[in-house]
């Protein structure tokens, strides 16, 4: 992962101004912090969730169900996958449990984002191997701070 140091003490910059461009050319770069894989079928939900992630400065990839989800795990080496449950195909929470039974991904971060809200499909959820569990429907403003809690330190 690129990294910087935003206020580095040897940047030789004397005055504010000049630190305050350097810093607006740097967020014009859009240097992702963390990758999210984010696995919806449903379009406008998926459309909502990954323009919240990208605001806030994520490199988001989608797939559309679960077997497209597995094999862009591959490729695209998240460090956080959303997902929801009622997918197409291979259910959700049998993506999950993929994923957990997984060498190279049993520890990555998953945060379940499910229509089913009650109690027991919460905790079914969470017994599978997800870290957060959000309800649909839900605020993009609280998924992404949940998100970003799951996410390594920037
Ligand atoms: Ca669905």
């Known amino acids: 992962m690129m990294s910087y140091r935003r206020h580095s003490c040897d940047s030789g910059f004397s005055g504010s101004a000049e630190v305050a461009v350097v810093?607006?050319?740097?967020?014009a770069l859009a240097i992702p912090w963390a990758r999210v894989l984010l696995v919806e079928d449903?379009?406008?939900?998926?459309?909502?969730?990954?323009?919240?992630?990208a605001q806030a400065g994520l490199d988001v990839e989608e797939a559309s169900d679960g077997a497209e989800a597995l094999d862009k795990l591959?490729?695209?080496?998240p460090d956080l996958v959303v997902?929801?449950?009622?997918?197409?195909?291979?259910p959700g929470?049998?993506?999950?449990?993929?994923?957990?039974?997984?060498?190279?991904?049993?520890?990555?971060?998953?945060m379940v984002v499910?229509?089913?809200?009650?109690?027991?499909?919460?905790?079914?959820g969470l017994a599978?191997?997800?870290?957060?569990?959000?309800?649909?429907?839900?605020?993009p403003r609280d998924l992404l701070m949940r998100a970003i809690a799951l996410l390594p330190p920037r």
């Open 128 to 139: 599978m191997g997800a870290d957060d569990y959000v309800t649909k429907p839900f605020s």
């Open 93 to 110: 929470l049998e993506v999950c449990q993929r994923l957990r039974s997984r060498a190279e991904t049993a520890r990555l971060p998953i």
């Open 83 to 90: 997902l929801d449950l009622m997918l197409p195909g291979m």
């Open 23 to 27: 810093e607006q050319k740097v967020q």
């Open 74 to 77: 591959r490729s695209f080496a």
């Open 42 to 53: 449903e379009v406008d939900i998926r459309e909502l969730i990954h323009y919240s992630l």
């Open 114 to 124: 499910s229509a089913k809200s009650n109690a027991s499909d919460k905790a079914l």
